[in-house]
């Protein structure tokens, strides 16, 4: 099957003028391939997307590329446009969307899904400053605008509150419109979602949301990871036939879909008009770095997504990390971020590690997380290197020193690296905590004009940039 997309997509791109430049029309194999494109990153592609952005067609893909998908995936200044094709759209995004529905009728096959609606939480999308045919906005906002008629009848809120730029708003909206409704399944970010369910609980005195929607099943949720929020959800809503899925949505392609409730593993989806290349962390940074392609994966171990597609990225590295845990099928898990880690000290401190540790915590001392990152404090004349966690608590552990004591012994049983660096305090001290006010990681999303949508505080950084900007706010 991939092999079976790599040619469909040179054949298809070969006009263009990218595929001029390669001369696709004269690759036969995939090492061929890898010999005449680079691995990119979005800085390796800018100029494309200005000209694209300008109305330029058949540059990338075959044709015209109307919508953008401003990615805020991260928290930095300056955003990335993800072109979105009309094959992307079509073939890709929103047969992730179908492929998510077959899946959850497969695994619950008597569900009342359709019985009522879906409560969608997305972003906003506005006309650009450089062409009145080139639009964009979140890839929420784009699927939501680009959906067929017929699903104005099965989704809510109405396009014109879902597609509002101003979150406190669209919160207040959402919530008097959708109490009415009969909703049977959630679809969006958890982190973001918790805020508006939390606004909903507020404004109608209930104690939680089977009150408002008894006939709630389902929440499709994808974004950030959905460990830190999982209790949570299970105390707003305490029903036995809540059933959560999640899906790998990127602004970049839709990759993967969780196709068992037991297993946190995600099904790579082959078939979407991507063909994926996996780099090894070892990798990251070389003029040109190997990478593997499916057949060649191994199993535990992290590598950099590199993706071609039918939105018109070639070789391009969207940033996330994945770890395969299961081969024939293919399962991943996302284990974080290309620039989202901590290494200062030889650590190599992944997103997924920070993610097992917090729920273990929290678990044993009945805490629960509303946000948080963490960043390393370096060695000074007379101290010694550590991290600095900053976390902002729904509930509060009652010994929040036992908290960071089983934080610290999670991150060392799932990380040798770690684990060494922690060795009798020799290069690494027990990490830091700092409880943050109510409220700090809102505050500071909102000063970065990022509240709602997709935009996610990062958890984990090499650099202390993010967390002393929160930490003078705190």
Same mark, same amino acid.
């Given at each position: 099957?991939?092999?079976?997309q790599?040619?469909m997509?040179i054949s298809?791109?070969?006009?263009?003028?990218?595929?001029?430049?390669?001369?696709?029309a004269?690759?036969?194999?995939v090492?061929?391939?890898?010999?005449?494109v680079?691995?990119?990153?979005?800085?390796?592609?800018?100029?494309?997307?200005?000209?694209?952005?300008?109305?330029?067609?058949?540059?990338?893909?075959?044709g015209?590329t109307?919508?953008?998908?401003?990615?805020?995936?991260? !928290?930095?200044?300056?955003?990335?446009?993800?072109p979105?094709?009309?094959?992307? $759209?079509?073939?890709?995004?929103?047969?992730?969307?179908?492929?998510?529905?077959?899946?959850?009728n497969?695994?619950? +096959?008597?569900?009342?899904?359709?019985?009522?609606k879906?409560l969608?939480?997305?972003?906003?999308?506005?006309?650009?400053?450089?062409?009145?045919?080139?639009?964009? &906005?979140?890839?929420?906002?784009?699927?939501?605008?680009?959906?067929?008629?017929? !699903?104005?009848?099965v989704?809510?809120?109405?396009r014109?509150?879902?597609?509002?730029?101003?979150?406190? *708003?669209?919160?207040?909206?959402?919530?008097?419109?959708?109490?009415?409704?009969?909703?049977?399944?959630?679809?969006?970010?958890?982190?973001?979602?918790?805020?508006?369910?939390?606004?909903?609980l507020?404004?109608?005195g *209930? *104690?939680?949301?089977?009150?408002?929607?008894?006939?709630?099943?389902l929440?499709?949720?994808?974004?950030v990871?959905?460990?830190?929020?999982?209790q949570q959800?299970?105390?707003?809503?305490?029903?036995?036939?809540?059933?959560?899925?999640?899906?790998?949505?990127?602004?970049?392609?839709?990759?993967?879909?969780?196709?068992?409730?037991n297993?946190?593993?995600l099904?790579l989806? $082959?078939?979407?008009?991507?063909?994926y290349e996996?780099? +090894?962390?070892?990798?990251?940074g070389?003029?040109?770095?190997?990478?593997a392609?499916?057949?060649?994966?191994?199993?535990n171990?992290?590598?950099?997504?590199?993706?071609?597609?039918?939105?018109?990225?070639?070789r391009?590295?969207?940033?996330? !990390?994945?770890?395969?845990?299961?081969?024939?099928?293919?399962?991943i898990?996302?284990?974080?971020?290309?620039? %989202?880690?901590i290494?200062a000290? &030889?650590?190599?401190?992944?997103?997924?590690n920070?993610?097992?540790?917090?729920?273990?915590?929290?678990?044993?001392?009945?805490?629960?997380?509303k946000?948080?990152?963490?960043?390393?404090?370096?060695?000074?004349?007379?101290?010694?290197? !550590? %991290?600095?966690w900053?976390?902002?608590f729904?509930?509060?552990?009652?010994?929040?020193?036992?908290?960071m004591?089983?934080l610290?012994?999670?991150?060392?049983?799932?990380?040798s690296?770690?684990?060494?660096?922690?060795?009798k305090?020799?290069?690494?001290e027990?990490? %830091?905590?700092?409880?943050?006010?109510?409220?700090?990681?809102?505050?500071w999303? *909102?000063?970065k004009?990022?509240?709602?949508?997709?935009?996610?505080?990062?958890?984990?950084?090499?650099?202390?940039?993010?967390?002393?900007? $929160?930490l003078? $706010?705190?």
């Amino acid at each position: 099957m991939q092999d079976e997309q790599f040619k469909m997509l040179i054949s298809k791109a070969a006009n263009t003028t990218f595929g001029k430049e390669h001369d696709f029309a004269s690759i036969k194999s995939v090492d061929t391939f890898k010999q005449r494109v680079p691995v990119s990153d979005y800085d390796g592609i800018m100029n494309h997307i200005i000209r694209l952005r300008q109305g330029e067609k058949n540059l990338l893909w075959p044709g015209e590329t109307k919508w953008f998908a401003k990615s805020s995936g991260t !928290t930095s200044s300056r955003s990335k446009f993800i072109p979105i094709s009309k094959d992307a $759209l079509n073939d890709c995004h929103f047969q992730g969307g179908k492929d998510t529905l077959v899946i959850y009728n497969q695994l619950n +096959p008597e569900n009342q899904l359709m019985s009522g609606k879906t409560l969608t939480l997305g972003g906003s999308h506005q006309i650009n400053n450089f062409s009145d045919n080139s639009l964009y &906005g979140d890839l929420s906002a784009i699927l939501i605008e680009n959906l067929p008629f017929w !699903t104005n009848f099965v989704r809510t809120p109405d396009r014109e509150i879902a597609l509002l730029e101003e979150w406190e *708003k669209k919160m207040k909206l959402i919530t008097e419109t959708t109490i009415k409704e009969n909703v049977t399944a959630l679809a969006g970010v958890p982190s973001w979602f918790l805020v508006l369910l939390k606004n909903i609980l507020q404004h109608t005195g *209930k *104690k939680n949301l089977t009150e408002i929607w008894p006939n709630l099943e389902l929440f499709i949720h994808g974004g950030v990871s959905f460990t830190p929020y999982h209790q949570q959800y299970k105390d707003l809503i305490p029903s036995n036939n809540m059933n959560y899925l999640e899906t790998y949505n990127a602004s970049e392609g839709f990759f993967a879909i969780q196709d068992d409730f037991n297993s946190p593993g995600l099904l790579l989806m $082959l078939d979407y008009g991507i063909f994926y290349e996996f780099m +090894p962390l070892s990798e990251l940074g070389k003029k040109h770095p190997k990478t593997a392609l499916l057949n060649q994966v191994e199993l535990n171990k992290d590598y950099a997504l590199i993706i071609s597609s039918n939105g018109g990225l070639w070789r391009y590295q969207i940033g996330d !990390t994945v770890r395969f845990i299961s081969k024939y099928p293919h399962k991943i898990i996302i284990s974080g971020r290309t620039k %989202h880690f901590i290494n200062a000290f &030889g650590e190599e401190l992944m997103i997924d590690n920070a993610e097992k540790a917090i729920d273990a915590a929290c678990k044993a001392t009945g805490a629960l997380i509303k946000e948080y990152t963490a960043a390393p404090i370096y060695m000074g004349a007379d101290t010694k290197g !550590t %991290h600095q966690w900053l976390i902002e608590f729904d509930q509060p552990p009652c010994d929040t020193n036992q908290f960071m004591e089983i934080l610290d012994n999670k991150l060392r049983e799932n990380n040798s690296d770690y684990d060494a660096k922690r060795y009798k305090d020799i290069t690494l001290e027990m990490p %830091h905590l700092i409880v943050a006010r109510k409220g700090l990681f809102f505050d500071w999303l *909102k000063n970065k004009n990022k509240l709602g949508g997709q935009n996610k505080v990062p958890r984990l950084a090499n650099n202390r940039e993010y967390i002393d900007q $929160l930490l003078k $706010l705190n």
